[in-house]
C-alpha cells in the first residue's frame, strides 16, 4: 500500500489525521482535472462546472447518506462549522452548548458568536439553560481522538429543541454516515482526511429548515437568482474546484482498498503496546477508538514531536500542553512503522 501513496518513505509518518494524505492515483485524477480547466478555462468554469460539481455531490451523497440537494461543498469542515454558526443568527447572551474535547480553531469561531459553554460531554444535558440554542460536538475529537455517541446526543438535543452542529472532520471514511438518518442540523465534513482526496474538499450537510439561511463566506454570482444555499456557497468568485471534483476519485479507491478492519485492530494494538511501554493508563475505553488513538505521556514533553521527527524521521503530533501523543493508522500504516515509534520512544521511556 506504501507505494501506493506520494508520502516521502524515509519518513515514517503516524499523523494522517491532521491533513490526510493522497493516493498516487487520486492526485493524478486531480492534476487532471487542472490540466482539463487550463485547456478551455471559459467553456470548463462557465459551462462545465455546474454539472460536473453536481455529478461529483451526488457521489458523495450516496457515500455519506445524504441527498445530493442537502450537501454543499466547502474548502474544509472549519468553513462548514463557520457557515453553520452563521445561520444560526446568535444574539449576545445565546448559548452554545459543547464538549471539553473540541478543536481549537472552532473552539475559537464560536467563542466569537457566543457564549461558548464547553463541558464533559456525558454531562452535556445537565448544563441546558434557557439560553441555550444549539449543541455542538465533534464526530470524532481532534487531540483526544475518540469516537462520541453523536447519534444519541443529536437525538436528545433535538428533542429538547435544541439545533445541533457535528464537526466530522475525523468520521468520513472512518464511520458508515448516514447523514439523513443522523438527522442533525448541520454535519461538517472533511473529505481531504480519512477519504484521502486532495486538500480542500471538505463539505456541510444541512437539513432542509436550515438551507435559506445559509450565508456563503463571500457574496458572489451564486446569489443571482434563483439561487440555492448550494449556489451561494460553492460559488465564490474564480477558484480552482478540482479538489472537489476529485471526490469520486477517492471513494472509489477507499471502495477497492477499504481496509478499516486492520486499521482499527492495528491501532487498538498500538495502543495498548504505547500505553505498556509509557507506563500510563489508556484514556477512554477501547470501543472508542478507530484509527487514531491518543495516549498519555508520563510527563509533559513539548519537545518529543521535534525529537521524534530530528532524531527519528517520524511524523506524530504531540498536543494538550506536551501530554497526549496521537498515532494514526492509515491503508498505508505497517507494524513496523508502529514498532518504530516504540523503539524510538524506549530511548527516553524505558
Ligand atoms: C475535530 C476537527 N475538526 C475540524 C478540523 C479542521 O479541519 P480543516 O482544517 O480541514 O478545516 C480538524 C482538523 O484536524 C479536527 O480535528
Not at 444535558?125 to 453523536?150: M, N, Q
Not at 478492519?261 to 500505553?275: I, K, P, Q, S, T
Not at 513496523?336 to 515509534?341: A, E
Request: aromatic share 8%; glycine share 6%.
Amino acid at each position: 500500500m506504501k507505494e501506493l501513496f506520494l508520502l516521502d518513505p524515509e519518513v515514517t509518518f503516524l499523523n494522517h489525521g491532521s491533513f490526510g494524505a493522497t493516493p498516487r492515483a487520486v492526485f493524478e485524477r486531480y492534476q487532471a482535472w487542472q490540466r482539463e480547466l487550463e485547456r478551455e478555462p471559459v467553456d470548463f468554469i462557465a459551462r462545465r462546472l455546474a454539472p460536473l460539481l453536481e455529478e461529483a455531490r451526488a457521489a458523495l451523497g450516496a457515500f455519506v447518506g445524504a441527498r445530493t440537494d442537502d450537501l454543499t461543498f466547502v474548502q474544509n469542515a472549519t468553513t462548514g462549522v463557520n457557515l453553520a454558526a452563521r445561520a444560526l443568527d446568535l444574539e449576545p447572551g445565546d448559548q452554545v452548548l459543547s464538549t471539553d474535547l473540541e478543536y481549537g480553531a472552532c473552539v475559537m469561531t464560536w467563542t466569537r458568536l457566543c457564549d461558548f459553554v464547553t463541558v464533559p460531554y456525558p454531562e452535556l444535558f445537565e448544563h441546558v439553560t434557557d439560553r441555550t440554542r444549539a449543541v455542538f460536538l465533534s464526530h470524532i475529537t481532534s487531540e483526544t481522538a475518540l469516537l462520541l455517541p453523536v447519534e444519541e446526543i443529536v437525538r436528545e438535543a433535538r428533542a429538547r429543541g435544541l439545533a445541533t452542529i457535528v464537526d466530522g472532520a475525523h468520521a468520513v471514511a472512518q464511520v458508515d454516515l448516514d447523514l439523513d438518518a443522523l438527522g442533525a442540523d448541520f454535519y461538517a465534513g472533511n473529505c481531504h482526511k480519512w477519504l484521502s482526496a486532495p486538500k480542500g474538499a471538505g463539505f456541510l450537510h444541512v437539513r432542509p429548515e436550515w438551507q435559506d439561511r445559509v450565508d456563503g463566506v463571500i457574496t458572489s454570482w451564486g446569489y443571482a437568482e434563483p439561487a440555492s444555499f448550494i449556489s451561494r456557497t460553492e460559488r465564490q468568485g474564480t477558484r480552482d474546484s478540482s479538489a472537489y471534483l476529485t471526490v469520486p476519485a477517492a471513494i472509489d479507491f477507499f471502495r477497492e482498498h477499504d481496509d478499516r478492519e486492520r486499521c482499527v485492530a492495528l491501532c487498538r494494538e498500538a495502543r495498548r503496546d504505547l500505553c505498556e511501554l509509557l507506563g500510563t493508563e489508556p484514556i477512554a475505553s477501547e470501543e472508542q477508538v478507530l484509527q487514531m488513538a491518543s495516549v498519555r505521556l508520563p510527563r509533559p514533553d513539548a519537545d518529543l514531536n521535534r525529537w521524534l521527527f530530528d532524531e527519528h524521521r517520524i511524523e506524530i503530533p504531540v498536543s494538550h500542553d506536551g501530554t497526549l501523543l496521537r498515532i494514526s493508522v492509515a491503508p498505508y500504516t505497517e507494524r513496523t512503522d508502529v514498532d518504530r515509534l516504540l523503539s524510538a520512544l524506549g530511548e527516553l521511556y524505558a
